[in-house]
């Protein structure tokens, strides 16, 4: 049975009092005797003999009663949400200006790992080159190997003789230290596990530093464009091609003078044409520094010897790609070009 509510309880007294009787109230309620008799009792007992409340509750919200109006909620997260997708649609193929007249480079640095487990010989060599004129910077990610701070790979961590302190330290120094003009700066999954604000906000009106993938055009001042999907990761991968996932993205999504991968530590790089598409393009698996791998070692992954970086060269008059998987080779073309 549903308990009575105040207003039943109100009703069934002022019905007693109106027709006299218990029997009048029950037949006009349409229930028995015994229960109107019953009923009243009750209503007595809440209410008193006159049917009006001796004490006065106030009323709680109970449940979010310390919250905010759930029609401003809404109208926050509508505005939120606009924002992220303007947000979001200026960074689709968003646009660097490179004033360059003459052929220049970009010389992808693959994951860095910056920490113990980087091949320092090799990242110096790169660096040294992405000083040279004509010569900029992009990173795909994982600038450090910023282990979480709980969970399973917080042991990975505890056994490097490493802080995050130190790891910031480092990161700050690639970007600002180390000589480079950086064009692109992708954050990898490593990334978010430090944080990636403190990237964000260390590359803020010097760098793009864009969440795991950036699509973007270089514009020449004759007007030619030169189209690039950078991604740290993507979705895919074959015994068979190291380029696998890179080539998907190349099928099945937009156009681009060059598709470049980094995160899983291999190397691949050839020039891919598309004939159903009257095109071609460059698909590039960029290896990354790190080294001497535990993950590598225990889950039988061999550690490529190539392409660490991958120097892009770029022709301004036409917005045309020429790729290299030895950037110092690359350096020397460059040079050759430029003169």
Same mark, same amino acid.
């Given at each position: 049975?549903?308990?009575?509510?105040?207003?039943?309880?109100?009703?069934?007294?002022?019905?007693?009092?109106?027709?006299?009787?218990?029997?009048?109230?029950?037949?006009?309620?349409?229930?028995?005797?015994?229960?109107?008799?019953?009923?009243?009792?009750?209503? %007595?007992?809440?209410?008193?003999?006159?049917?009006?409340?001796?004490?006065?509750?106030?009323?709680?919200?109970?449940?979010?009663?310390?919250?905010?109006?759930?029609?401003? +909620?809404?109208?926050?997260?509508?505005?939120?949400?606009?924002?992220?997708? %303007?947000?979001?649609?200026?960074?689709? =193929?968003?646009?660097?200006?490179?004033?360059?007249?003459?052929?220049?480079?970009?010389?992808?640095?693959?994951?860095?790992?910056?920490?113990?487990?980087?091949? =320092?010989?090799?990242?110096?060599?790169?660096?040294?080159?992405?000083?040279?004129?004509?010569?900029?910077?992009?990173?795909?990610?994982?600038?450090?190997?910023?282990?979480?701070?709980?969970?399973?790979?917080?042991?990975?961590?505890?056994?490097?003789?490493?802080?995050?302190?130190?790891?910031?330290?480092?990161?700050?120094?690639?970007?600002?230290?180390?000589?480079?003009?950086?064009?692109?700066?992708?954050?990898?999954?490593?990334?978010? =596990?430090?944080?990636?604000?403190?990237?964000?906000?260390?590359?803020?009106?010097?760098?793009?530093?864009?969440?795991?993938?950036?699509?973007?055009?270089?514009?020449?001042?004759?007007?030619?464009?030169?189209?690039?999907?950078?991604?740290?990761?993507?979705?895919?991968?074959?015994?068979?091609?190291?380029?696998?996932?890179?080539?998907?993205?190349?099928?099945?999504?937009?156009?681009?003078?060059?598709?470049?991968?980094?995160?899983?530590?291999?190397?691949?790089?050839?020039?891919?044409?598309?004939?159903?598409?009257?095109?071609?393009?460059? +698909?590039?698996?960029?290896?990354?520094?790190?080294? +001497?791998?535990?993950?590598?070692?225990?889950?039988?992954?061999?550690?490529?010897?190539?392409?660490?970086?991958?120097?892009?060269?770029?022709?301004?008059?036409?917005?045309?790609?020429?790729?290299?998987?030895?950037?110092?080779?690359?350096?020397?073309?460059?040079?050759?070009?430029?003169?």
């Amino acid at each position: 049975m549903n308990p009575l509510t105040d207003e039943t309880c109100r009703q069934t007294i002022e019905a007693v009092e109106r027709l006299g009787s218990i029997a009048e109230a029950a037949k006009e309620f349409g229930i028995a005797r015994q229960t109107m008799q019953d009923r009243l009792r009750v209503a %007595k007992a809440r209410l008193g003999e006159t049917g009006s409340k001796m004490v006065e509750m106030p009323t709680f919200v109970i449940d979010g009663d310390e919250e905010e109006d759930i029609n401003d +909620l809404l109208k926050r997260f509508r505005k939120s949400h606009d924002l992220k997708a %303007k947000a979001a649609a200026e960074r689709n =193929w968003f646009e660097i200006r490179v004033k360059e007249t003459k052929p220049y480079a970009m010389l992808w640095f693959g994951d860095p790992h910056l920490g113990p487990h980087c091949l =320092w010989p090799v990242l110096e060599r790169h660096i040294a080159i992405a000083r040279q004129d004509g010569v900029y910077g992009a990173n795909v990610g994982d600038t450090t190997d910023s282990w979480p701070w709980t969970g399973r790979m917080a042991r990975l961590w505890a056994e490097n003789d490493i802080s995050h302190k130190t790891e910031r330290r480092l990161a700050e120094w690639f970007m600002f230290g180390a000589g480079i003009h950086w064009l692109i700066w992708l954050i990898g999954n490593h990334d978010e =596990w430090n944080n990636t604000e403190f990237y964000k906000k260390l590359g803020a009106y010097t760098v793009p530093v864009i969440d795991w993938r950036a699509k973007f055009t270089l514009v020449h001042n004759n007007g030619s464009k030169t189209r690039i999907d950078a991604a740290h990761g993507r979705k895919g991968s074959s015994i068979y091609n190291p380029t696998h996932a890179t080539l998907r993205e190349a099928k099945f999504g937009e156009e681009a003078a060059l598709f470049i991968t980094g995160h899983t530590h291999n190397f691949g790089l050839f020039e891919y044409e598309m004939p159903e598409r009257k095109t071609h393009t460059w +698909l590039a698996q960029v290896r990354g520094f790190k080294t +001497l791998d535990h993950y590598a070692l225990v889950n039988g992954f061999p550690e490529s010897g190539k392409g660490h970086s991958i120097m892009s060269v770029i022709f301004p008059e036409t917005g045309k790609v020429q790729c290299f998987s030895d950037p110092e080779e690359g350096a020397d073309y460059l040079k050759w070009l430029r003169r």
